[in-house]
């Protein structure tokens, strides 16, 4: 994995990445959001919606 940047005026102005690993990034970017919006829905408080009543809701019973 060859990574480059180039400078401008002494600070990183660029990163030159390759197509493979850009689409790693934004993979692990939307897993890391994935897992923030996880973390904040678990810490809400309030009744919690038991699963037989979702799917019930979505159709899916």
């Given amino acids: 994995m ?3 940047y180039r400078e401008r005026r002494g600070q ?3 990163v ?3 197509p ?3 689409e ?3 993979e692990a970017l939307e897993d890391a959001d ?4 996880f973390d904040e829905a678990i810490a809400e ?10 799917k019930l809701d979505v159709g899916w019973e």
Avoid: H, K
């Fill in 24 to 26: 790693r990034m934004l």
């Fill in 34 to 37: 994935d897992a923030a919006a």
């Fill in 45 to 54: 408080e309030g009744s919690n919606i038991p699963w037989t009543q979702v």
């Fill in 16 to 18: 030159v990445v390759s």
């Fill in 20 to 22: 493979a690993q850009y």
């Fill in 2 to 4: 060859a990574t480059a």
């Fill in 12 to 14: 990183r102005a660029a």
